[in-house]
C-alpha cells in the first residue's frame, strides 16, 4: 500500500511502442492532411466490454490469457489527497489501509488470510495506493476453482464490492493503523522528502496540491476524530466516482453479469455532488525551486516546462505524442553522446514528458551532475536544447528514431496475444480517470505505418523550439548541504539563460561508421554431441570448443529470445590491489563499444533493431546476458562474438565513466542508510577489504590498459563458458547460428576455477548501532547465518521458512502493534564457495520503539521454534509457493534463470524445476524443525540504525 504523486510518464508514451509497414506516398499524404483539418476519433478497442450502472459505477472487463489462470481486478476510486479538508490530510490514505482492516464479511484480518490462503502474496497481488487525484486497489486473484470448489475470482469481486461502500472503519482498528501510516511516513523521510519539501511549494505555487501530499500530516493523522475518516469515506466513495476493472483469463460475459449483479448493489447516490478538479496556475516569469541537503548525495539541475495534461483521444493526439517521443529521444541521444566525452559537463542527461497531477503535465530536461558543476551542467543542458531549437535536427538522426519506433509498434504488435493482464487493466484506469483512448494493437501497428513515416523533420523541430518557451518555465537545482558547495542564486541561473540565447551555437554534426557489425565472420565450428532433457524440455549441444548450450523453446513471448553465458572465474581471480579494476573491468569495457564502434556509433549502428548483449564479471564467475526479437538474433549473437572477441578500449568513455563513479562517492557517506549498509555488509564480512564500498582514492587509481586486460583473461576462452538460450524459436533453425558464432569462439588449454577469498561472517552474537541523520527514524536488520546442506528441498525449507516468519512479524509488528510499515525476511542460501545459508529480518520504526520491536521479533521466532506454525500459516506459505511456481513457469526470464542456475550448479537433469510435488515438504513438523535448525541465535548479527542525536 504505497503513496503516490503521479509523477509517472504519461500514458500516451506507453501506448507507442511499435513499427510499420510502409504505406503508398499518395495515401499517406491524403490520410495525414485529413487528421490535420479534421481530426478523426481514435477508436477504442472492441475487446473491452463496458458500461455504466445505474448507480454510476462503471465497468471495464477484457479476457486476456497472460498469465493464464490469473484474473487482475482493480477498484478505481477517483477521489485522493487533493480533495482532504485541513483536518483530514492523510486521511485519503489512511482509508486505504483501513479497506484492508476490515469489511462486512472480512473482520480484521481475515481479508488479507483469505487472499494469502488461496497463494496471493501481500504486496505483489494484494496493493493499493493513493495519489493526489485518486485511490487504486488491486488485486490478482485465481480464476480457477480450489480443491472445495471456491471461486477466488467471485471472492474477489465481492472484496471489491465491501471496499466500495462496507469498510468497517473500526475505531480500534483505525487507532492501530495511524501507527502504520505515521512509520511509513518516517520511512519516507530522509534528503529527498526535505527536497521535496522545498521546491514542491515552487512547483505547485498557488495551487492546493502544494499542501495536499498523500502520505499526510502526522500531527493530524496521530489526532483526527474518527468522525473525520467516516465523513470522507461517505463523502467521497461514490459509485459515480467509482470503476471496476476486471481484466484476466476468463469467460467476459460471465465476469461482466457478476459485476452487474454485485456492484448494482451499491445504493445510488441521494445527493449530487460536483467533484472539484484544482489546476495548477499558469506564470509568465521563470520560477526558481533551489534546494540543499546535508544528506543528499547526488546534485542535479533541470528545467520543467509546466503544461496542459496530455490527452489521447484522436488521431492528432496520436501523432502529435509521436512526434513529441521522436524530438525528445532525438535529444536524448545527444546528451548521451556528450556524457561519454571525457570532459563531459555532466554525469548523465535526459529529457522527456511526464505527467505531474491531473491538471499538469511537464517536459523536464534534467542532469546530474558534480557537486560543484550547476552552472556548468545546466548551461551544458540548456545549450543542446537551444541547438535543437535552432538548428533542428539532421535527416539521419529522425530516420534512424523513426526505425527505432517503428522496431517499437512492430514488435508491440507481435505480443499482442502476450499482452500482461496487468498492464491492460492499467490502461483502463487510465481511460476512466483521464479519459485517454485504448485503442486495439491493430489500430496502433495500423496508425503508426501511416504516422511514423510521414513524420518530417519541420515537425519535430517545432517541438524543439516549443519546449523552450519561457512560459511556465521552473529552473531546479539540488545539492548537498556543505562548505565547499556553493549552488549558483537565482541571479547566475537567469544570467546563464541569457548567455545560452546570445551565444553562437553551431549545428550538431552526425557522425556515423559506415562498416558491418562484424567486418570478417569467423569460420564455424560444430555441434559434437547432442542430447535431450526431456523433462524440462531443453535440448543439450556439446559444441567443438567444448562449450555446453542449452535450448529451451518457448510460446509465452512471440518476439523474445533471450540469451545468458556463465564460466566460473570472476574477480575472485584477481589480486586484492587488482580488485577494483577487476570488480568493474565489464562496466568499464562495455563504455568503449565494440568492434570498429565505439557505444555512439554501435546505438547509431543498431538503430531499427531489437538485440543487445551486456557481459559481467562477478566475484566468482563471469557472464553475459542478452536479447533479441526474433528477426534480430544474429544480431545478438554477432554482438556476443564480438564481446568475446574484440572489446573496444575508449579512453574518453573510459574518463567520463570514471568521472561518474567519483562523483557516485563523493557524497555517499553523507546518506544514513550508507552508513547503516556499510556497517551491515563490514559486519557480515569482517570487513575484508574487498567486500567494501570503493572509495574515490581506489577509482582514481583505476586504468583502461588493466581493466581491458582482466577483462580480455576472463573472456578468452569461450570454450569454458555454459550458454542458455530460451524463447521463440526453433531449434533446427539454431543450429547454424550456434555453430558459427559460439562454436568458432577461441578455445584455450585448461580450464578456469574460481578462487575461495574466504570472506566469512563472524560466529557469535554480535549488535552494533549506528547513529547517523538527523530525522526521528531508524531501520534494524537481524541476520542469523550458519553451515547449509545444498539441495532443492532444503531450498524449498528454507524459502517457506521465511514465508511463515514474515507473516507472523507483519501480523505482530504491523497489524498488533503498529510498530512498522513493512517488514521482511529473506532467506537466502549459497552452495559455493561454502554451502551457507543466512536469515534477515529488516523494518523501520520509531526509534523509541525499536528495543521493544527487536524483542517481539525474538518472541517469533521462540515461538515458532517452540510450537510451530498453525495451519493457516502453512497453507499460505504453500499455496503462495505454488501459485508462484504456476506463474513463473510461463516467463522466459524466470526459465533463464533457473537453467543458468542448474548448469553452474552443475546439475544434468533439474526437473524439480517443474516438479509441484517439491512443496510436499512443507509441514508443520518441517517449519518448526526447519526454526530450530536455522534460526538458532547462537549467530545473530544485528545493526540498528538511529538519528545522531537521541530523542529528548
Given at each position: ?50 458500461g ?7 465497468y ?5 490469457a ?13 477521489a ?34 483469505y ?20 485511490t ?43 501507527g ?5 511516513w ?26 495536499r ?12 476524530p ?22 484476466g ?7 461482466e ?12 447516490p ?21 534546494a540543499t541537503?546535508?544528506e ?27 512526434i ?35 491538471t ?7 542532469a ?24 533542428g535536427?539532421?535527416?539521419?538522426e529522425?530516420e534512424?528514431?523513426?526505425?527505432d519506433?517503428l522496431?517499437?509498434f ?39 505505418q ?45 544570467a546563464?539563460?541569457?548567455?545560452v ?5 553551431a ?7 559506415d ?12 555441434i ?46 584477481s ?16 563504455a568503449?563499444g ?12 543498431l ?15 563471469e ?33 567520463a ?6 562523483a ?14 556499510d ?6 564480512t ?65 580450464e ?31 541476520i ?110 524466470w ?58
Amino acid at each position: 500500500m504505497t503513496v503516490a504523486s503521479r509523477m509517472a510518464a504519461s500514458v500516451v508514451l506507453t501506448l507507442l511502442a511499435a513499427p510499420l509497414v510502409a504505406a503508398p506516398a499518395a495515401a499517406q499524404a491524403t490520410a495525414v492532411s485529413a487528421t490535420r483539418t479534421e481530426p478523426r476519433p481514435l477508436p477504442i478497442t472492441d475487446e473491452v466490454r463496458m458500461g455504466e450502472l445505474e448507480n454510476g459505477l462503471r465497468y471495464y472487463v477484457q479476457a486476456n490469457a497472460r498469465p493464464e489462470a490469473r484474473a487482475e481486478l482493480r477498484l478505481v476510486v477517483n477521489a485522493g489527497s487533493v480533495l482532504e479538508t485541513d483536518a483530514q490530510r492523510g486521511i485519503a490514505h489512511l482509508l486505504e489501509h483501513m479497506a484492508f482492516n476490515g469489511t462486512e464479511s472480512f473482520q480484521k484480518q481475515e481479508l488479507v488470510d483469505y487472499l494469502e490462503s488461496i497463494g496471493m502474496a501481500f504486496g505483489p497481488s494484494i496493493n493499493a495506493y493513493t495519489s493526489f487525484d485518486e485511490t487504486v486497489y488491486m488485486l490478482r486473484v485465481p480464476t480457477d476453482e480450489t480443491e472445495d470448489g471456491e471461486r477466488p475470482l467471485e471472492t474477489g469481486l465481492q472484496i471489491m464490492e465491501e471496499w466500495a461502500h462496507k469498510v468497517t472503519l473500526d475505531p480500534e482498528e483505525v487507532d492501530k493503523e495511524r501507527g502504520v501510516v505515521i512509520e511509513e511516513w518516517r520511512l519516507g523521510r530522509g534528503a529527498q522528502a526535505r527536497i521535496s519539501e522545498q521546491q514542491l511549494p515552487v512547483f505547485f505555487a498557488g495551487s492546493r496540491y502544494a499542501d495536499r501530499l498523500p502520505i499526510g500530516d502526522p500531527a493530524v493523522l496521530q489526532g483526527f476524530p474518527q468522525e473525520e475518516i467516516e465523513a470522507f469515506y461517505e463523502t467521497w466513495y461514490r459509485p459515480d466516482l467509482m470503476a471496476v476493472v476486471a481484466v484476466g483469463d476468463f469467460d467476459a460475459a460471465e465476469v461482466e453479469a457478476l459485476i452487474r449483479e454485485r456492484f448494482s448493489a451499491i445504493p445510488v447516490p441521494t445527493t449530487p455532488l460536483d467533484r472539484p478538479y484544482y489546476g495548477v496556475p499558469s506564470h509568465d516569469d521563470t520560477y526558481f525551486a533551489i534546494a540543499t541537503d546535508p544528506e543528499l548525495t547526488q546534485s542535479q539541475v533541470a528545467i520543467l516546462s509546466m503544461q496542459d495534461p496530455d490527452t489521447l483521444d484522436t488521431m492528432v493526439d496520436l501523432r502529435d505524442s509521436m512526434i513529441e517521443q521522436l524530438a525528445n529521444r532525438m535529444l536524448n541521444n545527444r546528451l548521451a553522446e556528450i556524457s561519454q566525452r571525457a570532459d563531459a559537463p555532466f554525469l548523465f542527461a535526459s529529457t522527456g514528458r511526464s505527467g505531474f497531477v491531473r491538471t499538469a503535465s511537464a517536459w523536464q530536461l534534467g542532469a546530474a551532475i558534480d557537486e560543484n558543476g550547476h552552472l556548468e551542467g545546466f548551461s551544458a543542458i540548456l545549450t543542446e536544447a537551444e541547438r535543437a531549437a535552432r538548428h533542428g535536427f539532421t535527416a539521419g538522426e529522425l530516420e534512424r528514431e523513426k526505425a527505432d519506433m517503428l522496431r517499437g509498434f512492430e514488435r508491440a504488435y507481435a505480443e499482442r496475444e502476450n499482452r500482461p493482464s496487468g498492464g491492460i487493466a492499467g490502461a483502463w484506469v487510465n481511460h476512466f480517470l483521464q479519459g485517454d483512448v485504448v485503442p486495439s494493437p491493430q489500430t496502433q501497428w495500423d496508425a503508426a505505418q501511416l504516422i511514423i513515416p510521414s513524420v518530417t523533420l519541420e515537425q519535430v523541430n517545432a517541438v524543439a523550439r516549443e519546449n523552450l518557451s519561457p512560459a511556465n518555465r521552473i529552473i531546479s537545482a539540488t545539492g548537498t548541504a556543505k562548505p565547499e558547495v556553493d549552488l549558483p542564486s537565482e541571479a547566475e541561473f537567469a544570467a546563464a539563460i541569457e548567455t545560452v540565447a546570445a551565444s553562437d551555437v553551431a549545428p550538431y554534426e552526425d557522425a556515423v561508421v559506415d562498416a558491418p557489425l562484424v567486418a570478417s565472420p569467423p569460420e564455424p565450428g560444430s555441434i559434437v554431441a547432442e542430447r535431450e532433457i526431456a523433462s524440462i524440455g531443453v535440448t543439450e549441444w556439446t559444441l567443438s570448443n567444448g562449450a555446453t548450450v542449452w535450448l529451451k523453446p518457448t510460446d509465452f513471448q512471440d518476439d523474445q529470445i533471450l540469451f545468458s553465458a556463465t564460466s566460473p572465474g570472476g574477480w575472485s581471480l584477481s589480486t586484492d590491489d587488482e580488485h577494483l579494476t577487476a570488480s568493474n573491468a565489464a562496466t568499464f569495457v562495455s563504455a568503449g563499444g565494440l568492434g570498429a564502434f565505439s557505444q555512439v556509433d554501435l546505438q547509431k549502428a543498431l538503430a531499427g533493431t531489437s538485440a543487445g548483449v551486456s557481459p559481467s564479471i562477478g566475484e566468482l564467475r563471469e557472464r553475459m546476458a542478452g536479447s533479441a526479437a526474433v528477426a534480430d538474433i544474429e544480431t545478438m549473437f554477432q554482438l556476443a562474438w564480438l564481446s568475446f572477441t574484440e572489446p573496444r578500449a575508449d579512453a574518453d568513455a573510459f574518463a567520463a565513466l570514471k568521472a561518474q563513479l567519483e562523483a557516485f562517492v563523493a557524497n555517499r557517506d553523507a546518506a544514513p542508510a550508507t552508513a547503516f549498509a556499510d556497517t551491515v555488509t563490514g559486519t557480515l564480512t569482517q570487513y575484508a577489504p574487498r567486500a567494501m564500498p570503493p572509495t574515490a582514492e581506489g577509482i582514481a587509481g583505476i586504468e583502461l590498459d588493466d581493466a581491458m586486460a582482466f577483462y580480455r583473461e576472463r573472456f578468452a576462452d569461450g570454450g569454458d563458458f555454459d550458454f542458455v538460450l530460451v524463447g521463440a524459436f526453433d531449434v533446427a533453425e539454431m543450429r547454424p547460428l550456434v555453430e558459427r558464432w559460439l562454436a568458432s569462439l577461441p578455445d584455450v588449454e585448461g580450464e578456469e576455477q574460481w578462487r575461495d577469498l574466504d570472506i566469512d561472517p563472524p560466529t557469535g552474537r554480535i549488535e552494533k548501532t549506528v547513529r547517523k541523520g538527523v530525522e526521528p527514524q531508524s531501520q534494524t536488520v537481524m541476520i542469523t547465518h550458519g553451515v547449509f546442506e545444498d539441495g532443492v528441498e532444503n531450498r524449498v525449507r528454507l524459502g517457506a521458512l521465511a514465508s511463515v516468519l514474515q507473516t507472523r512479524l507483519r501480523e505482530r509488528l504491523r497489524e498488533d502493534l503498529g510498530g512498522t510499515y513493512s517488514v521482511s525476511v529473506n532467506g537466502s542460501s549459497v552452495a559455493i564457495p561454502d554451502e551457507t545459508y543466512q536469515v534477515s529480518v529488516i523494518f523501520g520504526a520509531d526509534p523509541e520503539r525499536v528495543d521493544e520491536l527487536k524483542a517481539a521479533v525474538l518472541d517469533e521466532i521462540e515461538a515458532l521454534k517452540a510450537d510451530g506454525p498453525t495451519a493457516l500459516d502453512v497453507e499460505k506459505a504453500v499455496e503462495g509457493a505454488r501459485r508462484a511456481l504456476e506463474t513463473s513457469l510461463e516467463q522466459n526470464a524466470w526459465w533463464m534463470g533457473q537453467l543458468r542456475f542448474a548448469l553452474e550448479a552443475g546439475t544434468a537433469d533439474p526437473a524439480h524445476i517443474v516438479d509441484f510435488g517439491r512443496f510436499d515438504v512443507i509441514t508443520a513438523d518441517n517449519v518448526r524443525s526447519d526454526a530450530n535448525r536455522w534460526l538458532g541465535l547462537d549467530n545473530l548479527i544485528v545493526v540498528t540504525l538511529l538519528p545522531e542525536t537521541p530523542a529528548g
